[in-house]
């Protein structure tokens, strides 16, 4: 197609309208379970919130593949490593807040066999502002390799197999 001056024009208009009326949307993405090596001790999900147009609060965090979730926080006092139960956390509209080891996580017991063995989980994550966001997230062993087994098929080890993070 030749870019006439008309075609230039309407794909002018369409950017500009999408520049001012579209809030950003509020979104999660990156979620992934990493396993505890010790399989009687929690695990934990980590995942990137990105605002929206206005802030709101993640109010819970849900999922029918573990029997216990809790959200938490890890910070380090005096060379000492700790974590404590949230109830709640701020998603500032148009911020990044990151769920990630070292910080904020969501702590898993129990997760269910089946999706060790799928390599995959999927969370709600329910926000203040009503929103409910059905996020997918891929189960990692301890190592940081990906969980699910090769069944009869060893192409299964490429994805997630990164070691030494
Ligand atoms: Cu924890």
Redesign the pocket.
Known sequence: MRFTPSTMMMGAMLIAMAGCSEPPPLYVDGAYVRLNANPNA?S?AYFTIHGGGEAVVLRDVTTEEAVRL?L?E?MTQDGMAS?KKVETVDVPAKSTVKFEPGGK?V?LWNVNPQAIADGKMSFTFIFSNGDRILVDAAVQKADGSAATAPAGNAASDDIGNHSGH
Request: aromatic fraction near 0%.
């Open positions: 929690p934990a809790e938490h890890s974590m996580h702590m």
